[in-house]
């Protein structure tokens, strides 16, 4: 494992150690946040030790402590502090989990919440977060901060199961774009992330666990299985797209598409329809058509159709389009694009549908132009890669 993966890895239980132990979210963060740095710096060098989550807490517990000699006020907390044993992860509840819900705090406002949750426990920046949300960078980070110092002196524990309810969207939200990020990185040199994904899933699962009659946390489980499970056939050896016609589906996890499909055919069946199990529907549509052209896309459609009435969204309006265009030609499609959420303007999704459509259409040199157009707004060096490759191939 490299040592970015490790820090990754190891962040969220060593923040949840601190918080523990001090009980002050932001301060903890920053310690953690420096600790990470100086592993950064430093294990590349030296090798990673023995125990990296023990130098992580131990780095980052004497930062702490040295702000601390900084307050009179706390100098007999500091006192009894620098006594104790130094702090570890719970092993009776896990604490990536615990820190979840905390990051969920009801103090918080639901942007908030999941950019300071994906920042604590999903690792990403704050520039992949911006991306994730289609917003500025600048305006990320001053939600994250705002959530910090709202935290202060937050208790860290699993809410009771009174509160856990208007937690959970917030937290599914946060799950969803963790494996988002994952599953397609919104940048970098490698199209996965598996480490976020296989995250995002293993959380999920965790949450379906406490929660199994809740449909949303089992829909969103669905959906990441059925959309995970097509990962192996997604790139060439060499690291380069392959779009989902294309991709050879002898090697999708077929144990994963059975798991999924059955979760969410059990719970469509048994809870009220949220947007997680009709996206879960969604995908397995796709996942169990043997070939691209036996794809049921009129079926799709109409998913796509109460997905929007139910969670209307600029990708989900996108992803409708796509729909229309394959039940009822690219030209209704492309009619349909000049009328696309503002929100989509600068987002290479939006020119890499239209140059689709328009390559469907017959259109070659009305397509290149789009792709190459979404070849430059992608900041995935895979994605831009494919979209620049369909460009030169018209």
């Not at 426990?121 to 939600?143: C, N």
């Not at 070939?291 to 896309?297: G, K, L, S, V, Y």
């Not at 140059?355 to 040199?365: I, Q, T, V, Y």
Request: glycine share 4%; net charge negative.
């Amino acid at each position: 494992m490299q040592i970015e993966e490790q820090l990754r890895e190891q962040a969220p239980q060593v923040l949840s150690a601190l918080v523990r132990r001090y009980g002050d979210f932001d301060a903890c963060e920053d310690a953690v946040q420096e600790a990470l740095l100086a592993a950064s710096l430093q294990w590349p060098g030296d090798g990673v030790p023995d125990n990296p989550r023990g130098w992580l807490i131990t780095v980052a517990s004497r930062r702490r402590i040295e702000v601390l000699r900084t307050e009179a006020a706390r100098q007999r907390r500091e006192e009894a502090i620098a006594a104790a044993p130094e702090p570890e992860p719970a092993s009776s509840v896990d604490d990536s989990l615990t820190l979840l819900m905390l990051c969920c705090h009801p103090s918080l406002s639901p942007q908030s919440q999941v950019a300071l949750t994906l920042r604590a426990v999903g690792g990403l920046t704050t520039s992949e977060i911006a991306r994730a949300f289609l917003v500025p960078e600048a305006t990320i980070g001053q939600r994250i901060s705002r959530a910090k110092a709202k935290l202060r002196g937050a208790r860290f524990a699993l809410p009771p199961a009174s509160e856990q309810s208007e937690r959970l969207a917030a937290v599914l939200h946060v799950l969803y774009l963790i494996f988002n990020e994952g599953y397609t990185a919104s940048s970098g040199s490698s199209l996965h992330r598996v480490e976020l994904s296989a995250e995002a899933i293993r959380l999920t699962r965790q949450l379906h666990s406490a929660l199994p009659h809740e449909g949303e946390v089992a829909g969103l489980l669905a959906l990441m299985l059925l959309t995970d499970a097509r990962r192996p056939a997604r790139t060439t050896a060499d690291g380069a797209l392959v779009p989902l016609p294309e991709q050879d589906r002898t090697r999708w996890d077929a144990q994963a598409i059975s798991e999924g499909t059955e979760l969410i055919a059990s719970t469509l069946q048994s809870a009220p329809v949220g947007p997680y199990q009709l996206q879960a529907a969604i995908a397995a549509v796709h996942d169990e058509a043997k070939r691209a052209e036996d794809t049921d896309w009129r079926e799709i459609l109409m998913l796509y159709e109460l997905l929007e009435s139910t969670a209307p969204g600029p990708m989900v309006t996108l992803n409708r389009i796509v729909a229309v265009a394959m039940v009822h030609g690219p030209a209704a499609g492309l009619a349909l694009l000049d009328d696309a959420d503002p929100a989509l303007k600068d987002h290479h999704r939006l020119a890499a549908v239209r140059a689709h459509l328009l390559e469907l259409s017959g259109d070659r040199p009305a397509a290149r132009s789009a792709y190459q157009l979404a070849a430059r707004l992608t900041q995935s060096v895979p994605e831009r890669r494919y979209l620049q490759t369909r460009a030169d191939a018209l």
